[in-house]
């Protein structure tokens, strides 16, 4: 044998036992591992890592860790900068009016209606994403939203003046014409926008505030029943195609396996977050008045016609079918 034969011989003995080097993703999402969208994110990349034998690999970046928020992750996932991310619609109104449909006030009041209308509006948030290098694997739900303070919301007058943090526009106009002070900011801001007295109250989920223990700033929770709007993993397009088609079939098998996890969190989240807020000393007052609830509902309604005439027919379709179901 000569040395040419037997080094060709080794190096390729050598390339047969190196081991596969796994494919890594870097997933990005701005709320804390504890909330619900954290929990998902969490299953998610442990079942991906099962289902591929560890052939894929999800780091999950909780708390806004790599620098970006739900508004930044549109652009770095189609552009390739993550692979993935872990993103509120509400922050994608301004690059399409369909990923407001989740967060309409007071348009899906039960977790059945909210997954209803996810499904039916779920061809048109693939489409958006698809025109934009990236895929839906999954979204899931926040626990209605409802309004932290200093002292509970039980009337419109309460409302008058106050600073409040929205978080897109149909939450802004609705508490302007509520009669409310609204700033729109985002999730990983609040806090600090908090303690400096900013803001006085803060539009969110239940589980939101419980992830950041919002106790320590803030004394009641009154659940108003806003709006239950959803969040969404999603995937560069370039990084799905450098799976092989097991991966992928295996990948979408977690993603379907995550949406139901996260789906399934809905239904206790609420009452043990109300139990965690009592816990830490707050007042958590979990019905409204009538009166109340329908002046909201009122306030909400010129942005909910304006969106349906601004989006097209592609709201009036979704809407004629929510409607007839």
Known sequence: MTFKTLFATVAGLGLAAAPAIATTWDLSSEYPAGSLQGQTADFFAKAVAEKTGGDVEVTV???????YKSVDHFDAVGDGALQAASSAF?????????FQLSSLPFLAPTTEDVHDLYELAKPEYKKVLEDNNQMLLLATPWPSSGLWGNTAFTSIADLEGVKVRTYDVASTETMKNAGAFP????????PAQLSTNAIDAVLTSPNGGV???????????????????????HLNLDAWDDLTEEQQTAVMEAAAEAEDF????????????????????MTVTEEISAEFSQALTDAARPFINQWIADTGERAQSIMDAYKSR
């Open 262 to 281: 996260g789906w399934g969190l809905l239904a206790e989240a609420t009452a043990k977050d109300f139990d965690t807020m009592r816990e830490n000393g």
């Open 61 to 67: 970046h909780h708390g806004a860790a790599l620098g």
């Open 183 to 190: 700033i729109q900011i985002s999730w990983a801001d609040v």
């Open 211 to 233: 992830g950041v223990q919002m106790w320590e700033l803030q004394s009641n929770f009154t659940n108003v029943n806003y709006a239950s709007s959803l969040q969404a993993i």
């Open 90 to 98: 509400v922050f994608w109104t301004g690059i399409d009016p369909i």
